[in-house]
């Protein structure tokens, strides 16, 4: 059975650092593009940050901030948070893709996690 699970989200003033964290079992970790996309209040799920081997995308919006990260031993991707802004504020969700064509595509990703909350206040 595959799982991913996140965790890390939590509640953070403007400006702040979070690092959420996905640990994934039930697949071969290291064949897999991993990606964390978010849904905030009223909008439409998006991507945010991509990474396979040790290529990396992200998002305009979080470019120079986010840095998205794994570990093919821990079978574990990360998104280290920084300075973040009120409109970052979402229930951010990892995505495991085997075979990614469009990365900000929703469909190409094969597994997801139940997501965790990211608050910040202004």
């Known amino acids: 059975q595959v799982r991913l699970v996140e965790s890390g989200g939590g509640l953070v003033q403007a400006g702040g650092s979070l690092r959420l964290s996905c640990v994934v079992s039930g697949l071969t970790f290291r064949l897999y593009t991993m990606a964390w996309f978010r849904q905030g209040p009223g909008n439409e799920r998006e991507s945010v940050a991509y990474?396979?081997?040790?290529?990396?995308t992200y998002t305009d919006s979080v470019k120079g901030r986010f840095t998205i990260f794994r570990d093919n031993v821990r079978n574990t991707v990360y998104l280290q948070m920084n300075s973040l802004k009120p409109e970052d504020t979402a229930v951010y969700y990892c995505?495991?893709?085997?075979?990614?064509?469009?990365?900000?595509?929703?469909?190409?990703?094969?597994?997801w996690g139940q997501g965790t909350q990211v608050t910040v206040s202004s």
């Open positions: 990474i396979r081997s040790v290529d990396t």
């Open positions: 995505a495991a893709g085997i075979r990614v064509r469009d990365w900000r595509r929703r469909d190409d990703y094969d597994h």
